[in-house]
């Protein structure tokens, strides 16, 4: 049973009421036994449902204007944790407010805004669009849906969002496979901002383009926080990509937050063993001579994951306690919170 995490939202002081928030949210996936298991565990076989723990009690706030950067290993519950936050997924465990508002306790007018408000742009461009719907249905669809623009201004209204993500609105009535895979990806945000959100969750959006690509992509990323004052939770195993673009950094790992620190900050001073791993392992120009050390072990399955700490089967620094319990997530320093037992040590070098 791990620790419930406090709500962390900065300035408390100034009663910044955050635009996103999360409670001790949890996210399990059960795969239910089928009837002839059913059958032998009736019988003493001792089959039992596979429950996977995706997101294991996380709490965040995240503010207008902010972009937080989510980082982990792939199967951490990075994505499971953002398709929550779009309403995507239910969750198992917590609380999912908007404006304050808890989700769970919304009316259908609250309801509505807040689906609106949050959307979700997807990794794979290639996947992500209907191959049988034109640009002009993908993109024009949600917001003809709900009344945001009236079925004789579509085309003009679909035009005007393509312009705005750089493509030609002479490609209403093409088909997502006439497109490369950047403009694929700038259909996707396109069809996102059709509905005038608020907040974007962007779930590796540049993971699957080429890195000349990813730079223009990830240009018109920022270009749009300015333009249009959106909110970013950005989700990538990419460090390099997150320091670029994120005000703030999360660091997940098996589904728990380990890490949170202002972008300059947990670079310069990462607290947790896994960040300090990840970063070890990030290319930098000054560093061709460091001896490399790659993270050690495989991240344990989600079906059994580890007693106490999840990461002390892989952490050098780990001690009897981290295998019987897990570290709170606790303020290491203004704005810097991290969850490990080495805080707690004398002489510890890293607080």
């Given at each position: 049973m791990s620790t419930p995490q406090r709500v962390l939202i900065d300035d408390i002081e100034t009663n910044r009421v955050p635009i996103l928030a999360f409670r001790?949210?949890?996210?399990?996936?059960?795969?239910?036994?089928?009837?002839?298991?059913?059958?032998?565990?009736h019988l003493g076989a001792g089959y039992r449902e596979e429950v996977v723990h995706a997101v294991d009690n996380v709490s965040l706030s995240i503010h207008e204007g902010e972009v937080v950067g989510l980082v982990g290993e792939?199967?951490?519950?990075?994505?499971?944790l953002g398709r929550m936050l779009a309403g995507i997924l239910a969750p198992s465990a917590g609380e999912i407010l908007y404006r304050d508002k808890a989700v769970s306790r919304m009316n259908p007018a609250e309801r509505r805004e807040w689906a609106l408000d949050v959307q979700m742009i997807f990794q794979d461009p290639y996947a992500s669009l209907n191959?049988?719907?034109?640009?002009?249905?993908?993109?024009?669809?949600?917001?003809?849906y709900h009344g945001m623009v009236k079925p004789r201004e579509l085309n003009s209204y679909v035009a005007e969002v393509l312009r705005r993500v750089g493509l030609d609105p002479g490609y209403l009535r093409r088909y997502p496979h006439q497109f490369s895979g950047g403009q694929r990806q700038r259909i996707g945000i396109a069809r996102a901002l059709a509905v005038k959100p608020r907040f974007l969750v962007c779930d590796e959006a540049v993971a699957a383009l080429d890195v000349s690509i990813q730079a223009q992509v990830l240009n018109l990323f920022m270009?749009?926080?300015?333009?249009?004052?959106?909110t970013y939770l950005f989700i990538s195993h990419d460090l390099g990509v997150v320091e670029h673009l994120s005000d703030r950094v999360v660091i997940m790992y098996l589904g728990r937050i380990v890490e949170i620190a202002a972008?300059?900050?947990?670079?310069?001073?990462?607290?947790?063993?896994?960040?300090?791993?990840?970063?070890?392992?990030?290319?930098?120009?000054?560093?061709?001579r460091r001896r490399f050390a790659a993270l050690q072990g495989e991240i344990p399955s989600p079906l059994h994951p580890p007693s106490g700490c999840h990461f002390h089967p892989r952490c050098p620094?780990?001690?009897?306690?981290?295998?019987?319990?897990?570290?709170?997530?606790?303020?290491?320093?203004?704005?810097?919170?991290?969850?490990?037992?080495?805080?707690?040590?004398?002489?510890?070098p890293h607080v």
């Open positions: 001790n949210l949890g996210k399990r996936f059960v795969k239910p036994l089928d009837l002839a298991a059913r059958i032998a565990a792939s199967g951490c519950g990075k994505s499971t191959p049988r719907l034109r640009v002009r249905e993908i993109v024009g669809e949600a917001p003809r270009h749009l926080r300015e333009e249009l004052a959106l972008t300059e900050t947990l670079f310069e001073h990462p607290n947790h063993p896994y960040t300090r791993a990840l970063l070890v392992e990030v290319p930098r120009i000054d560093a061709r620094h780990a001690m009897p306690h981290c295998r019987e319990s897990a570290p709170p997530l606790r303020e290491i320093a203004p704005g810097h919170w991290s969850a490990c037992f080495l805080n707690d040590e004398p002489g510890n």
